[in-house]
């Protein structure tokens, strides 16, 4: 017996006991029982008398069909699992308003539908709900299985096929009553929970093109990124915590929402959490907020609870049973963008100013808009929504396509020089029950896992490869060289080469956001007749780091800096112990002050002329700006065909970042992007 049964089961276990000592004579078990067995009469009077009315010849029933009553068991946190998977794989087709059940609300999943007299959850008997019977399956391939090959619901998708976990969570749910998930009175006030926020699959439902492009794009990307998630931990450590959540408000908005701390690692994190900027901190805001450096106010509530903002003032409901939709004046401005793509830090350092850059660039002054170059057909290029190609923007399950209009489409990858540095299996898509069991070990899974494993290294790798040249062509977008030098020169020459670095784009400079970071460099190689190299400028350390004061190999004396070379990165600038400056990595104190806090600025920064913790000495290229550099050249003293080489390189993250954050063993996945190169043959006589 369990001593955490109540009484009403001691009860019934009794009645068990009896109908089993009805059956046979011996008895064996707790003597207590044997002593029950001696009174039966006693003990039905007992029973009849906790329970009048109830008592009939069949107890058994009973004990079958328990009613769990909810103020015994105020809340049963499995709903919240339930309802979450039910949204993200069934909402679409059972929503509101059609002829199917609707799933969306505790409420219409346990009622009734006009079109059906039976209920599909019986609380307590999971067998005989149709909830259950539809999707369960023979999901571990057991041959004893009387559960069927493959579940009725969800149809087609095999990837949405109910998990072994889920599945026990939904048995364990119908089993233990069905109910709601309900805070104790004395709670008044419920916190934000994960499933009060729409995931983007519960929109991938009916905008699967839209869903498609966001989940490879760096916007669902942003807390992923194990990039970010070393540096905010760096941050945290070098704080002492005190710089709060102030990285994850515009990596994760609805993370910050529902209370995830900042020091929280990403696996610890909700599944709502890593969908990072997803498409209800955009559609779901409904009061400007400008630039608030990310904190924004994301509406909480179903997908048809209140209203999806959208750049269209005349949407459709072609049958009620969508979501009310209304135009927004903010969403299509770039200060909607620049509420994130501005970001100041707590001291008031200006870190990212794509948005500042943008409103003081030509392409502001005509009217183009972020959204026109980063939503087009072609990153990088500004196009006009009404010069976009027109297409439907829903596909409704059970609805006539025709009943939609053509609107003009807009794109929502958000290419930029950022790409995934997780493996294949992880982004853009990874399968429910990937985090249910170790998928590295192909031996353990079962049939339908190895063919969803499959299928989603092909779908992964096909986003992939788009991301990728989507991201190549928005650099090639942004800038080109012109070299100019000698065709013919004679050996000891003392050679002149020029190189020019026009930008291409008109809407920020070049690079533009995280420039602190970003290097955009000039690469010049001049070759001997036989191979040896007689000039580099822009060429790497054995670290691969460029070789400037950042690079471990001239900080230490063993390398000679790159004195000639041209790089757009922008770099932190902290004030030295002596009052002068100097050029960081992370510009975050870590001996000075005993105490690492984050506190607002103490002093006016006017009595220095700068603020007083650090700056960014900005390096970037203007907008359709042109910055030159001479390499001045000694030919040696050997006549021959020299060959020249320049490139204009983007590499979004250098290797000596990951030093400074601990994620070393990284540094293999960065790569550097050639965005234009001139060769040219010296003839030296
Ligand atoms: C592509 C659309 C679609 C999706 C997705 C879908 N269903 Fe259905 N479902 C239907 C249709 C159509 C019916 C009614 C016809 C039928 O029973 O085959 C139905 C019927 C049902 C019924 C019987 C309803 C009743 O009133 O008796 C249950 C239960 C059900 N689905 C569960 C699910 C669950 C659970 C999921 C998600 C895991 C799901 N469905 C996903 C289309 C869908
Ligand atoms: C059941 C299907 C369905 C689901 C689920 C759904 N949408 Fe929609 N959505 C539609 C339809 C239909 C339209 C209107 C199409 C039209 O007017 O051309 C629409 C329109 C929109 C618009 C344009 C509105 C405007 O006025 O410009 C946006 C933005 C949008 N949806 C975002 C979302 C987001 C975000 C989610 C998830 C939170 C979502 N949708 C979930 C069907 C759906
Ligand atoms: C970073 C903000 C952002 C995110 C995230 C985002 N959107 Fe959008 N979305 C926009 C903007 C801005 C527009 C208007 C584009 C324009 O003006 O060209 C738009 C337009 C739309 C439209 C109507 C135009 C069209 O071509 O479809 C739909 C529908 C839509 N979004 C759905 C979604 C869905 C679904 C998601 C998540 C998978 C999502 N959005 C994520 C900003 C966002
Ligand atoms: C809620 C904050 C937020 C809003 C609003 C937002 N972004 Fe972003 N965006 C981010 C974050 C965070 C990243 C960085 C993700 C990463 O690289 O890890 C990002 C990345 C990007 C990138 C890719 C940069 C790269 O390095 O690859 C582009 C392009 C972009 N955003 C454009 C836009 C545009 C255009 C809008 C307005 C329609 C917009 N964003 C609105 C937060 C936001
Ligand atoms: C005239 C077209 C144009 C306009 C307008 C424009 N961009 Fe860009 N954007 C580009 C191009 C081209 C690049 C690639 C070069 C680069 O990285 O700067 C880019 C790159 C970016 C990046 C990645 C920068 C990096 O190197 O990390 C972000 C973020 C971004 N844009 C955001 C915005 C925001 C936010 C706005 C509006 C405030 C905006 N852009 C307006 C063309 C444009
Ligand atoms: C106000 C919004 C905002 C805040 C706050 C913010 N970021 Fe970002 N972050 C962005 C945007 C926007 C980008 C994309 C910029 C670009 O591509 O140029 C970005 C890009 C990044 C990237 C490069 C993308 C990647 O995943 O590798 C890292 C790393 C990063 N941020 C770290 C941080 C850290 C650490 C903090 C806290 C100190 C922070 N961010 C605070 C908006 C924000």
Redesign the pocket.
Known sequence: MDARHSTRQICLEVDAAITDESRSSSVKGAPWRRYLWGTPVLLLLVVSFLFPGEQTGENTVIAANPIVRQDTHPLNKDWLEVHWVIRKKCNGCHRPNTDQHDFSTYESLMGLTPHSDTPVVIPGNPEASPLWQYVNWNHNFDPNSDAPESPYMPPDKKEDYLTASQLDTLYRWIKNGALDYVLPDHCNTRPLLETDFVSAKECAQCHPRQYDEWSR???A??QH?PV?EAFTLTMIERTGGTIGTFCTR??T?IGVSIGENASMRNVHRSRISME??TCV??HRLEKPFYKAS?R?PVTPGLVNDGCTYGPFSDPVNPDGSVHDAASSNQ?TK?S??G???DVTSPQGVRLEEAFSEWQNSPAAKEGTS??DC??GPIPGVPVKSWERPFGKIAVVPGVDPSLLPDRPLSSHT??????SLLPDTEFPEKLDWMYEKDYRDTKNLTPHQKETLTLLRIKNRQQLAKARNE?YTLLKNAAKISVDHPYRASPRDKMKIHVDVTSTTAGHNFPT??TAERQVWVEVRLVDPYGKQVFASGDFDDNRDLRDEHSHAVEAGLLARDKHLLNFQSKFTVLTTQGTERSVIIPVNRDIRPINVIRPVDEPAQSFGRPSVFRIAKGSLPPLQTVGQSYPVKLPDQAGQYRLLVRLNYR?LPPALFDKIGISHLKHLIETVVIDEYQCVILVE
């Not at 958000?414 to 790409?419: A, E, H, K, T, V």
Request: charged share 5%; net charge neutral.
């Open positions: 794009s760096m916007h990307y942003a990124s970010f515009c990596h908005p990072g900027v901190v955009c990310g924004l969403l770039s909607f963008c509420s994130c793509h972020c959204q980063h939503m958000f290419s930029g020089p950022d790409y991201r956001g995280f979004n």
